[in-house]
């Protein structure tokens, strides 16, 4: 697997499972649109699981692992690696990411690991069941990275501030639209009697479900709400949908792995999450033309939405339903909020900052 016996510079990229969350999304972009000229890819899934199993190409041998739960991988993690001796690690999640940093002493020396960073530790981590710990083990194992891609750059200055992580081992790469799959959107028509909203991500305490349910059930003007995405709370949310009287108005349409079908007939996406890193819901909706409604949060949200350009980050609920009522969206230019995604997140343009990096991470061990 090496890239003296190919020519290329070969890339082991792995990840825990194939559901359509937004790492997920964004691995299944690279492992498609990689130079092949450039770069062997061989992708190791640890759980033979969701719905992005179909995006994989046929030209990128798979390897499937079938561990429930990722830190029971590592030993199988490590002799693979031995056995291959790829010139690059990719990986991606908090706890992946983790565990590989743990295990670089005992890997091999030449091999390049590069973690694609998807939270701001800071605050994922106060959602462990014993954060202190993950604290100290992101402190003390997060430098032996060769290089951390970043989302957005409160990720990146939380890496370095807050868990000591060198500036020159990070670089900032946004996450990817691919825009040659993108349908027409509706707004190209003629307006819809009903507010079209929607909601994309998974079901999950941050995403901050319960409060987008909670200030719909105020709205007092005719409105319909899909919710795109699966999770653990979607019993809980579906009995609150029916608490609140809203039944006939929440669709839940579950995991897709291609919202966009539906992105593009909505007027305005609603965005609940207490904190993000760099939200692929967001710039999809950008790149539909759809606005985003949000409440102010922690992460990177802040860095996508333009008050007034291509949505809001309001202070609260009640400033979120005048919005509303007002169709305030409306006014805004899609055309102009569908550019400027293009020119920030288009994939081509994302894949080559990433070829840039990795092949920068190969060339530093050489």
Same mark, same amino acid.
């Given at each position: 697997?090496?890239?003296?016996?190919? #020519?290329?510079?070969?890339?082991? &990229?792995?990840?825990?499972?194939?559901?359509?969350?937004?790492?997920?999304? &964004?691995?299944?972009?690279?492992?498609?649109?990689?130079?092949?000229?450039?770069?062997?890819?061989?992708?190791?899934?640890?759980?033979?699981?969701?719905?992005?199993?179909?995006?994989?190409?046929?030209?990128?041998?798979?390897?499937?692992? #079938?561990?429930?739960?990722?830190?029971?991988?590592?030993?199988?993690?490590?002799?693979?690696?031995?056995?291959?001796?790829?010139?690059?690690?990719?990986?991606?999640?908090?706890?992946?990411?983790?565990?590989?940093?743990?295990?670089?002493?005992?890997?091999?020396?030449?091999?390049?690991?590069?973690?694609?960073?998807?939270?701001?530790?800071?605050?994922? #981590?106060?959602?462990?069941?014993?954060?202190?710990?993950?604290?100290?083990?992101?402190?003390?194992?997060?430098?032996?990275?060769?290089?951390?891609?970043?989302?957005?750059?409160?990720?990146?200055?939380?890496?370095?501030? #807050?868990?000591?992580?060198?500036?020159?081992?990070?670089?900032?790469?946004?996450?990817?639209?691919?825009?040659?799959?993108?349908?027409?959107?509706?707004?190209?028509?003629?307006?819809?009697?009903?507010?079209?909203?929607?909601?994309?991500?998974?079901?999950?305490?941050?995403?901050?479900?319960?409060?987008?349910?909670?200030?719909?059930?105020?709205?007092?003007?005719?409105?319909?709400?899909?919710?795109?995405?699966?999770?653990?709370?979607?019993?809980?949310?579906?009995?609150? &949908?029916?608490?609140?009287?809203?039944?006939?108005? &929440?669709?839940?349409?579950?995991?897709?792995?291609?919202?966009?079908?539906?992105?593009?007939?909505?007027?305005?996406?609603?965005?609940?999450?207490?904190?993000?890193?760099?939200?692929?819901?967001?710039?999809?909706?950008?790149?539909?033309?759809?606005?985003?409604?949000?409440?102010?949060?922690?992460?990177?949200?802040?860095?996508?939405?333009?008050?007034?350009?291509?949505?809001?980050?309001?202070?609260?609920?009640?400033?979120?339903?005048?919005?509303?009522?007002?169709?305030?969206?409306?006014?805004?230019?899609?055309?102009?909020?569908?550019?400027?995604?293009?020119?920030?997140?288009?994939?081509?343009?994302?894949?080559?900052?990433?070829?840039?990096?990795?092949?920068?991470?190969?060339?530093?061990?050489?």
């Amino acid at each position: 697997m090496t890239s003296q016996h190919t #020519n290329r510079v070969s890339i082991l &990229v792995i990840i825990p499972s194939l559901h359509t969350g937004g790492s997920e999304r &964004v691995i299944m972009h690279l492992v498609r649109n990689l130079d092949r000229t450039k770069f062997a890819i061989t992708l190791l899934v640890l759980k033979k699981e969701g719905v992005l199993q179909h995006m994989i190409p046929d030209d990128i041998e798979t390897i499937y692992f #079938n561990f429930a739960r990722t830190s029971r991988a590592i030993f199988s993690i490590i002799k693979l690696i031995w056995s291959r001796r790829p010139d690059i690690v990719l990986s991606t999640l908090g706890h992946l990411n983790l565990l590989v940093a743990s295990s670089i002493p005992v890997m091999p020396s030449k091999t390049a690991y590069v973690a694609r960073e998807s939270n701001i530790i800071s605050i994922r #981590n106060k959602d462990e069941r014993y954060p202190k710990l993950f604290n100290f083990l992101f402190k003390t194992v997060y430098n032996r990275f060769t290089k951390v891609i970043c989302q957005s750059e409160v990720m990146q200055n939380d890496l370095v501030d #807050n868990f000591g992580v060198k500036y020159k081992k990070t670089v900032l790469i946004n996450n990817p639209v691919d825009f040659s799959i993108l349908p027409v959107p509706s707004w190209a028509f003629a307006p819809h009697e009903k507010m079209q909203l929607i909601s994309v991500g998974q079901l999950r305490p941050e995403k901050g479900y319960p409060r987008i349910l909670r200030m719909l059930s105020e709205l007092d003007v005719p409105f319909e709400y899909k919710i795109i995405g699966g999770g653990a709370m979607e019993a809980d949310l579906r009995a609150m &949908v029916e608490e609140l009287g809203l039944t006939d108005k &929440v669709t839940f349409l579950g995991s897709l792995p291609n919202p966009f079908s539906h992105l593009v007939q909505a007027d305005c996406m609603l965005l609940g999450s207490y904190y993000e890193g760099f939200p692929n819901a967001v710039i999809e909706a950008h790149a539909c033309g759809v606005p985003v409604l949000a409440w102010r949060s922690s992460g990177g949200t802040a860095e996508i939405i333009r008050d007034g350009v291509n949505g809001w980050m309001a202070s609260g609920t009640e400033q979120l339903l005048q919005l509303l009522r007002e169709r305030a969206f409306a006014k805004l230019d899609k055309q102009s909020i569908v550019d400027s995604a293009r020119s920030r997140y288009d994939l081509p343009h994302i894949i080559r900052q990433y070829e840039k990096e990795l092949l920068a991470a190969y060339q530093s061990k050489q």
